[in-house]
């Protein structure tokens, strides 16, 4: 049995892929912004055919970077590294490709979280 079969479809689906796309243990939260985050966001949007995980969390980085989201990027990108949907070469690339649309200091903020994501996984 999974831990989470006690809970609604919806609820589950969405705490699985969120465990998925994280890399890290979810539990079951309360309130309405956690209810539309795992019900909505994971259960639906992030399961959507059309694109892959890898796809969407590129389009997140790139967003990310571009809006200063630094610290949901300490979480994308260390999961997108863990999960292998984007090795060290990759992630370095990104960031100079970002730097040049996103700006020198938003790249520069995303940088240190790729070269610290780097250091922390070897």
């Not at 243990?25 to 694109?51: E, K």
């Not at 995980?53 to 610290?71: N, P, Q, V």
Request: negative net charge; proline residues 3%.
């Amino acid at each position: 049995m999974g831990k989470f079969d006690d809970l609604p479809e919806v609820r589950r689906a969405g705490l699985e892929k969120m465990e998925e796309v994280y890399g890290f243990d979810m539990t079951d939260g309360v309130g309405d912004f956690f209810g539309y985050t795992a019900d909505h966001l994971f259960a639906d949007i992030w399961n959507r055919p059309g694109l892959s995980d890898r796809d969407r969390r590129l389009l997140l980085i790139g967003l990310l970077s571009s809006t200063g989201g630094a610290d949901v990027l300490g979480i994308q990108v260390p999961a997108a590294y863990a999960n292998g949907e984007l090795d060290e070469a990759a992630l370095r690339e990104i960031v100079i490709f970002l730097c040049h649309y996103a700006g020198w200091p938003n790249g520069a903020r995303l940088n240190s979280i790729v070269e610290n994501t780097i250091a922390k996984g070897k």
